[in-house]
């Protein structure tokens, strides 16, 4: 019988992937850890692997041979980004890479549209006052989203989606991307990246990490943006220098922000820590202690539909190549370009 290991299994997951493996006859072996150096030797006796993680299986290139040397010859990607792959690595041993370009792109914009309601709202301001029984609501008035300009930093899927949604709210719409969709003529307005972050009242990221897009959002990039705008990203922590991030908010050259992720999140996010015990991520500690910053832990992606998507697309692109086939998944090894999601 055909096996595959099903790395770093969240419970959630468990129901999609054992029926998905009762309707292909296939064995799935759900493990809760991740793939790297240490439990390499559990890929042994399997021909192909589902993987979700958030840091790369090991920084050494020799990873691949070896795990090539077990049989493997395909790693399914659960998600959308590939950045923890290294690519030309997995060719070079004959191993192909898949991914699951579009599980939800509704998932992730209604959390966006749920970040840019809580910040242009002052949520977090009033919650923090509500702790302290200070119910006054004196310097937070709001303005509404059909006065807004939203800026959209990558306008695939997820962006389009986002597009849609503000557009249908009555925001003013901008987007920038390295392709334009004009499918999207009437819903934003394309303008250079320059353009959009000097207008948008609301700045949202969403594109792919590769080596074209990591810290994107920069220092120099932060003092183009308007001291009243806010800054959202549910893309990729790497897109964002954070330390950059921090000054300014800090220093008050833009108004707030929320993020889903966080460029060290791989040993904080999706873990449960010690509340009495520090948390070891010194940009989350500062971040979280800003009242007008939002952070949730990665989890954009997390609705019913999103995870079951991840789960049984990734089984079909390991099972479709185990057994000889193609999928339209595949990432070439040369693929670096800053597509958006």
């Not at 559990?42 to 077990?70: C, H, M, N």
């Not at 000097?198 to 080596?211: G, I, Q, S």
């Not at 964002?240 to 922000?257: F, K, M, S, Y």
Request: charged share 20%; with cysteine.
């Amino acid at each position: 019988m055909t096996s595959i290991a099903f790395y770093h299994t969240i419970d959630e997951e468990l129901p999609f992937a054992q029926q998905w493996a009762a309707e292909h006859g296939v064995h799935v072996e759900c493990f809760p850890f991740e793939l790297h150096e240490d439990t390499l030797h559990t890929v042994e006796g399997f021909d192909g692997i589902s993987y979700k993680q958030r840091s790369a299986p090991s920084a050494d290139p020799d990873f691949y041979r070896r795990l090539a040397g077990y049989g493997i010859r395909q790693i399914a990607i659960r998600s959308a980004g590939y950045d923890t792959i290294d690519l030309a690595a997995a060719a070079r041993n004959g191993i192909r890479v898949t991914n699951v370009p579009s599980y939800s792109p509704t998932a992730v914009a209604e959390l966006t549209l749920t970040h840019i309601m809580r910040l242009i709202r002052h949520v977090p301001q009033f919650d923090a006052r509500a702790k302290r029984h200070d119910f006054s609501v004196h310097g937070l008035i709001s303005r509404e989203i059909s006065e807004l300009t939203i800026g959209i930093i990558g306008v695939g899927r997820i962006g389009s989606t986002v597009a849609r949604i503000f557009h249908a709210l009555g925001a003013t719409v901008l987007g920038n991307d390295i392709a334009e969709n004009h499918d999207l003529d009437g819903i934003l307005t394309w303008v250079s990246k320059d353009e959009l972050l000097a207008r948008a009242d609301v700045v949202t990221m969403h594109t792919y990490l590769d080596a074209t897009t990591r810290h994107l959002m920069n220092a120099e990039r932060f003092a183009h943006m308007k001291p009243t705008a806010y800054f959202v990203n549910n893309s990729r922590g790497g897109v964002v220098d954070t330390p950059a991030l921090i000054d300014a908010l800090e220093r008050g050259v833009i108004a707030g922000a929320a993020i889903d992720v966080l460029e060290s999140e791989a040993k904080l996010f999706g873990n449960e820590l010690d509340p009495d015990q520090p948390t070891g991520n010194e940009y989350y500690d500062r971040l979280n202690a800003m009242d007008n910053v939002i952070i949730t832990p990665h989890i954009a992606f997390f609705t019913d539909i999103a995870v079951k998507n991840m789960a049984q697309q990734s089984l079909d692109d390991a099972l479709a190549i185990i057994t000889g086939g193609t999928s339209p998944h595949e990432i070439a090894p040369y693929d670096n370009l800053a597509r958006a999601k």
